[in-house]
T-cell receptor, first 112, second 112 residues
Framework: EAQVTQNPRYLITVTGKKLTVTCSQNMNHEYMSWYRQDPGLGLRQIYYSMNVEVTDKGDVPEGYKVSRKEKRNFPLILESPSPNQTSLYFC???????????FGSGTRLTVV | GESVGLHLPTLSVQEGDNSIINCAYSNSASDYFIWYKQESGKGPQFIIDIRSNMDKRQGQRVTVLLNKTVKHLSLQIAATQPGDSAVYFCAENMGNFNKFYFGSGTKLNVKP
């Protein structure tokens, strides 16, 4: 089944403790992206990648890092999480420019 | 389920009726548009797309209309069913690096 898989689904962590949210897609898509979703603010793009080793900032990149060492994987790294990063995170992939994104099921992150 | 937004505009329709969900987009240079459906606890799911060289596109029970003059997009759902209850987002793409901007969403409630 064609899908975007992200883990974990739920995560509670403490301020300052580094964490990684993994994302993998099995559709051989070129583009991948991370979004966060907050009440009243909608979906906002954090980082995106156009191909292996090609990444760029989205609209809200502060406090996040990403890497794209392989085409299928696009992990999101929070080096020192803070409570304002408590949010619902979605990874998504797209075949190419001009095509829509397929989204994962989401990761609910709480930073205390 | 998880809340995807507070104080979202809500549309309530009777099962079997047609639904129309509207979206105003922001950039006249946007050339590609998508409607997504998000059910509680799930990631956004692609419904239908339209490119700026078209003004109407039909899918199964859904139709998207694009009015570039007033920068307006609408989603029409025919014979609305309880399974259509969800939050619906429009997304616009200005063609650069597959970057999408999402609207804040409309919640559709289908009454049996």
């Amino acid at each position: 089944e064609a899908q975007v898989t992200q883990n974990p689904r739920y995560l509670i962590t403490v301020t300052g403790k580094k964490l990684t949210v993994t994302c993998s897609q099995n559709m051989n898509h070129e583009y991948m992206s991370w979004y966060r979703q907050d009440p009243g603010l909608g979906l906002r793009q954090i980082y995106y990648s156009m191909n292996v080793e090609v990444t760029d900032k989205g609209d809200v990149p502060e406090g996040y890092k990403v890497s794209r060492k392989e085409k299928r994987n696009f992990p999101l790294i929070l080096e020192s999480p803070s409570p304002n990063q408590t949010s619902l995170y979605f990874c998504a992939s797209s075949r190419n420019r001009g095509f829509g994104y397929t989204f994962g099921s989401g990761t609910r992150l709480t930073v205390v | 389920g998880e809340s995807v937004g507070l104080h979202l505009p809500t549309l309530s329709v009777q099962e079997g009726d047609n639904s129309i969900i509207n979206c105003a987009y922001s950039n006249s240079a946007s050339d590609y548009f998508i409607w997504y459906k998000q059910e509680s606890g799930k990631g956004p799911q692609f419904i239908i797309d339209i490119r700026s060289n078209m003004d109407k596109r039909q899918g199964q029970r859904v139709t998207v209309l694009l009015n570039k003059t007033v920068k307006h997009l609408s989603l029409q759902i025919a014979a609305t069913q309880p399974g259509d209850s969800a939050v619906y987002f429009c997304a616009e793409n200005m063609g650069n690096f597959n970057k999408f901007y999402f609207g804040s969403g409309t919640k559709l409630n289908v009454k049996p």
